[in-house]
């Protein structure tokens, strides 16, 4: 009901809605058949559907590399997020990861779900890897012995100083932006990007997510995970888990703030890099991402519910994100439209409210200054569309015969 409901609030998600459901029922359709490549984007699409979609439209060689490098990442990441491994078992797994994905006989049992069974399954993994150019291996070889090191350097470590933030995020994040770079190189479809903006699309994404996931790895059984770091959370409370309670609100919101204008640093990068991208695919696959970013930036800042809850765009935005990004104009139009929906909510007495504004209006004025604002019709921000009682029946009967449609299991086709 609670879809129904936003499509009622939000009629005009409806199309984009509907088109992306149909690209995921397609794209599951488009599994290979061989075992070993069949497990792999079989689990891609679930340990990250949306991640999933967009590599479709990749070229098959750069998609393949490109699947095979996410589920090493997220199978090395299923270690260090495991806090049930000891630390003498999880260090030299983390150290060695980078051989083990040339061993076809290789698995080793942790993590929950669907990663429990990457984990356990991971030979195929390994044998697709086998498969790929050597070009390609070569680059996920290099990102994967250097974030295994990276990761467990942290392992024995705390997130200290905002230096120790940027090192790690740089590690677990930073180092998937170096890669995709490779990868984009090796295909011959894109010059090789720089390590600084390389790092930076990485950051951006990564610290967007610490942000956002701070109730979950705070609440972490048997053990938290901290990765705010305490050089701006101590200016607000004793303990990170203190910003949790409501009798520390004020401040909590306050340390958030602190930690979204410290993201927004990174913007910058970002922009330079897809403004450089000439391969549409890859542009997109990109982009995305990206203004995904912004977006949740923008709806956590200066919510509480960041530290009671899961805060996320609806379903609806994000499926017109995905639909509707195409090109530099697109990009630039969305940072736009949610930096200002952002600068909306800063409240002047917030500590850092100067130094926030600072950093939206180097945004908005690269936005502005990039001659393509025009050249787009904002769905982010707009009047509230007015619907008749008609539409919404009428909306409301086609997704009642498109669920039953699905439902009775037909195939579906875009």
Same mark, same amino acid.
């Given at each position: 009901?609670?879809?129904?409901?936003?499509?009622?609030?939000?009629?005009?998600?409806?199309?984009?809605?509907?088109?992306?459901?149909?690209?995921?029922?397609?794209?599951?359709?488009?599994?290979?058949?061989?075992?070993?490549?069949?497990?792999?984007?079989?689990?891609?699409?679930?340990?990250?559907?949306?991640?999933?979609?967009?590599?479709?439209?990749?070229?098959?060689?750069?998609?393949?590399?490109?699947?095979?490098?996410?589920?090493?990442?997220?199978?090395?990441?299923?270690?260090?997020?495991?806090?049930?491994?000891a630390t003498e078992v999880k260090v030299?797994?983390?150290?060695?990861?980078?051989?083990?994905?040339?061993?076809?006989?290789?698995?080793?049992?942790?993590?929950?779900?669907?990663?429990?069974?990457?984990?356990?399954?991971?030979?195929?993994?390994?044998?697709?890897?086998?498969?790929?150019?050597?070009?390609?291996?070569?680059?996920?070889?290099?990102?994967?012995?250097?974030?295994?090191?990276?990761?467990?350097?942290?392992?024995?470590?705390?997130?200290?100083?905002?230096?120790?933030?940027?090192?790690?995020?740089?590690?677990?994040?930073?180092?998937?932006?170096?890669?995709?770079?490779?990868?984009?190189?090796?295909?011959?479809?894109?010059?090789?990007?720089?390590?600084?903006?390389?790092?930076?699309?990485?950051?951006?994404?990564?610290?967007?997510?610490?942000?956002?996931?701070?109730?979950?790895?705070?609440?972490e059984i048997p053990k938290s995970r901290?990765?705010?770091?305490?050089?701006?959370?101590?200016?607000?409370?004793?303990?990170?888990?203190?910003?949790?309670?409501?009798?520390?609100?004020?401040?909590?919101?306050?340390?958030?703030?602190?930690?979204?204008?410290?993201?927004?640093?990174?913007?910058?990068?970002? @922009?330079? #890099? %897809? /403004?450089?991208? *000439?391969?549409?695919? $890859?542009?997109?696959?990109?982009?995305?991402?990206?203004?995904?970013?912004?977006?949740?930036?923008?709806?956590?800042?200066?919510?509480?519910?960041?530290?009671?809850?899961?805060?996320?765009?609806?379903?609806?935005?994000?499926?017109?994100?995905?639909?509707?990004?195409?090109?530099?104009?697109?990009?630039?139009?969305?940072?736009?439209?949610?930096?200002?929906?952002?600068?909306?909510?800063?409240?002047?007495?917030?500590?850092?409210?100067?130094?926030?504004?600072?950093?939206?209006?180097?945004?908005?004025?690269?936005?502005?200054?990039?001659?393509?604002?025009?050249?787009?019709?904002?769905?982010?921000?707009?009047?509230?569309?007015?619907?008749?009682?008609?539409?919404?029946?009428?909306?409301?009967?086609?997704?009642?015969?498109? @669920?039953? #449609? %699905? /439902?009775?299991? *037909?195939?579906?086709? $875009?």
């Amino acid at each position: 009901m609670g879809s129904l409901r936003a499509i009622l609030k939000h009629p005009d998600d409806f199309y984009p809605l509907l088109k992306l459901k149909l690209a995921a029922r397609s794209a599951e359709k488009q599994i290979p058949a061989e075992p070993h490549w069949g497990f792999c984007y079989s689990m891609l699409h679930k340990v990250s559907r949306s991640f999933a979609l967009v590599i479709q439209q990749l070229d098959t060689d750069l998609r393949d590399a490109i699947c095979i490098f996410y589920l090493v990442l997220r199978a090395l990441d299923t270690v260090e997020d495991d806090t049930s491994i000891a630390t003498e078992v999880k260090v030299p797994i983390l150290m060695a990861f980078h051989q083990h994905i040339y061993d076809r006989e290789w698995h080793f049992a942790c993590g929950t779900k669907d990663y429990k069974v990457l984990m356990d399954e991971f030979h195929h993994v390994s044998t697709a890897f086998l498969e790929l150019a050597r070009g390609y291996q070569e680059a996920i070889e290099d990102i994967t012995m250097r974030m295994g090191a990276g990761m467990a350097k942290f392992i024995c470590k705390e997130v200290e100083t905002v230096d120790d933030y940027d090192e790690y995020c740089h590690y677990v994040a930073g180092l998937v932006g170096l890669g995709l770079s490779k990868l984009f190189h090796a295909s011959g479809k894109e010059d090789m990007a720089s390590d600084a903006i390389s790092n930076s699309m990485g950051l951006f994404l990564q610290k967007t997510n610490i942000i956002r996931d701070y109730l979950e790895d705070i609440n972490e059984i048997p053990k938290s995970r901290m990765f705010w770091p305490r050089q701006i959370w101590s200016k607000y409370v004793n303990k990170l888990e203190d910003l949790k309670y409501e009798e520390n609100s004020v401040k909590a919101v306050q340390c958030l703030n602190d930690m979204v204008t410290n993201a927004l640093k990174h913007v910058e990068d970002c @922009l330079k #890099y %897809m /403004s450089d991208l *000439r391969d549409p695919a $890859i542009f997109r696959f990109c982009a995305i991402p990206q203004i995904m970013a912004i977006g949740t930036l923008a709806l956590c800042y200066n919510n509480i519910e960041v530290f009671r809850g899961v805060v996320k765009l609806r379903r609806g935005l994000t499926a017109k994100v995905i639909d509707r990004t195409k090109t530099i104009s697109d990009v630039y139009g969305a940072f736009y439209d949610f930096s200002r929906m952002l600068k909306s909510k800063v409240d002047d007495n917030d500590p850092n409210a100067k130094k926030t504004k600072e950093r939206l209006e180097v945004i908005l004025k690269l936005c502005r200054d990039s001659g393509t604002l025009n050249q787009r019709k904002s769905y982010i921000i707009r009047s509230n569309p007015q619907y008749n009682s008609t539409t919404i029946i009428v909306i409301f009967i086609i997704l009642a015969i498109l @669920l039953a #449609y %699905m /439902s009775a299991g *037909r195939p579906a086709y $875009i």
